[in-house]
């Protein structure tokens, strides 16, 4: 598998990774302390809202607030995440649990092509998981199981992510915040893939495990100088060059999001929505959805 392709697919996995995992992050980020991530602001006859694309995990001390950004948020009166509660681990854990496991699974070993079972079991015992637990996890609980002992020694803080970030200050100024979905939700996407793309992501979250800091540093870097090309480059490879994958875990919900925007403006609300930032990357982000619908786009920073 080619690793440039494959590396990163890992990544739209470190929301749910994170939120059900419990391992620490122990290397020091070596990357860019500050920056100014792509921020667009969409206006409409009856309403306004800012589109900004953040990362679910960051290291701590990132100076990613800017000026501009202030300003938006001052200027809207909610903020709109993907979802909400991620800082409810144990709810998320308990839902991924009920959702991921069925019985009569497949060995870890028998998922997977045989050049990546070494690979396999060696990610599996760098993360402590017990052979038995794969027993009983789909093939997408299993990915995702094995992304947050990939990601586990990333120096990748959840309190320091965009969505808790924001919340915080919105909560703080007694402004709402809500949800476009909620964790089950976006379990169910993986849960409802063939299980022929489970394990093509399953395999890809393996061959790429050496290679998660390097595309992780690859990618908050690329997010902290507003490099929507790089991202859009990444949304276009790996499992979701499959036109029906892509479809189902991204641009379905690419449209569902620019639905819900679309009537919160036309109720005169102005949103701060704060997604993950490959949906706002590409022909099929969200802005593009949004632009085709006549409303204004600008990109301001």
């Not at 950004?69 to 681990?89: F, H, I, N, P, Y």
């Not at 402004?175 to 399953?202: H, N, S």
């Not at 998660?212 to 859009?232: H, K, N, S």
């Not at 109720?267 to 949004?290: C, E, I, K, N």
Request: proline fraction near 6%; include cysteine.
């Amino acid at each position: 598998m080619n690793r440039i392709v494959s590396r990163w697919l890992i990544l739209p996995l470190l929301l749910l990774a994170q939120a059900c995992s419990a391992f620490p992050s122990m290397a020091a980020w070596d990357g860019p302390k500050k920056g100014a991530p792509a921020l667009w602001h969409v206006k409409g006859p009856d309403g306004e809202a800012w589109l900004f694309g953040g990362i679910h995990a960051l290291p701590a001390g990132l100076k990613w607030i800017t000026p501009k950004m202030k300003q938006a948020m001052d200027s809207s009166d909610r903020l709109v995440l993907e979802v909400v509660g991620l800082e409810d681990s144990a709810t998320i854990t308990k839902t991924f649990q009920a959702m991921g496991n069925s019985p009569d699974q497949p060995p870890l070993a028998e998922r997977l092509p045989p050049d990546l079972r070494e690979a396999g079991e060696t990610l599996r015992a760098k993360g402590r998981l017990n052979p038995v637990r794969f027993e009983t996890l789909e093939s997408w609980a299993a990915a995702i199981t094995l992304a947050g002992a990939a990601t586990a020694n990333l120096d990748m803080v959840r309190e320091a992510g965009v969505e808790r970030v924001l919340a915080k200050r919105y909560r703080n100024r007694d402004k709402a915040v809500i949800g476009l979905e909620t964790a089950a939700r976006q379990f169910t996407y993986f849960d409802q893939l063939p299980e022929e793309d489970q394990r093509a992501m399953l395999a890809s979250v393996i061959a790429d495990a050496d290679n998660a800091p390097a595309a992780y540093r690859e990618m908050v870097t690329g997010w902290l100088t507003g490099d929507v090309d790089r991202l859009a480059e990444a949304a276009n490879r790996g499992l979701l060059q499959r036109p029906e994958t892509r479809e189902r875990i991204l641009v379905r919900r690419n449209r569902d999001w620019a639905d819900q925007i679309t009537d919160m403006m036309q109720l005169g609300a102005r949103p701060f929505v704060a997604v993950g930032a490959a949906h706002l990357a590409g022909d099929d982000s969200v802005q593009a959805l949004l632009e085709a619908r006549g409303f204004i786009v600008t990109r301001l920073q």
